[in-house]
Structures are given as structure tokens and as C-alpha cells.
Nanobody, 122 residues
Framework: VQLVESGGGLAQAGESLRLSCAAS????????MAWFRQTPGKEREFVAAVTSRSGATKSYAESVEGRFTISRDNAEETVLLQMNNLKIEDTAVYYC???????????????WGQGTQVTVSS
């Protein structure tokens, strides 16, 4: 599975951005999908995950709960991350990931995108 993120950019605190991850390859719906983020000098941090197939179960990092929403469209082979009420501390490179099961540990994911930069200013 190849993953390509888009939608990053510059936003002011309180504004919204929507990230998109387009997948190509086989069996997209069979994979759990997730978003992680990383800032320089820090380890990759879990943001959100959605289960495979219907995507009925979603999980979020405490820091984004209530502000970010993950969703998937199996027909379009896309996973979205709607980010509302952005904060300066949300600034990071955001990565899309695919794996057999949803997890907060980045090592559980098999496929990764190249990342997209999100910068939030005051």
C-alpha cells in the first residue's frame, strides 16, 4: 500500500485544516489507518486511529480529543483528519499509516506516507 498525504499548510490558532491520505494498492479496507505526528528531536506521536472495514471504532490522543476527527472512505481509498480549533502545539509533520490493527504504537504499522507539514501560528 502506498500512502500520500496532502492538506497540510499554515493556519492560525483556532482555525481548521483537513488532512487527506490517499492510498493505492490492494485491500485498503482491510487495514486499520492512523495519523501520527512528529516534531524535530521528538519521537513520532500517535494522533488518531480508525479500525478497518467500516471504521466503526476510532481512538484519539488525549491532546486532540474533541478537536480532531478521523474518518475513512473505502470507496475512495482515503482517510481524513479534520483538525479544528488548532493550537500552536499542533505544529508538526503529520504522517498517515496503515497496519493490521489500530494501535498507538507506531511500530505496529506497516506502511507510511511521506508526511505533510502543519504549522500553527498565534
Amino acid at each position: 500500500v502506498q500512502l500520500v498525504e496532502s492538506g497540510g499548510g499554515l493556519a492560525q490558532a483556532g482555525e481548521s485544516l483537513r488532512l487527506s491520505c490517499a492510498a493505492s494498492g490492494r485491500a485498503f479496507s482491510a487495514y486499520a489507518m492512523a495519523w501520527f505526528r512528529q516534531t524535530p528531536g521528538k519521537e513520532r506521536e500517535f494522533v488518531a486511529a480508525v479500525t478497518s472495514r467500516s471504521g466503526a471504532t476510532k481512538s484519539y490522543a488525549e491532546s486532540v480529543e474533541g478537536r480532531f476527527t478521523i474518518s475513512r472512505d473505502n470507496a475512495e481509498e482515503t482517510v481524513l483528519l479534520q483538525m479544528n480549533n488548532l493550537k500552536i502545539e499542533d505544529t508538526a509533520v503529520y504522517y498517515c499509516a496503515a497496519g493490521p490493527l489500530p494501535a498507538r504504537d507506531s511500530r505496529r504499522y506497516t506502511f507510511w506516507g511521506q508526511g505533510t507539514q502543519v504549522t500553527v501560528s498565534s
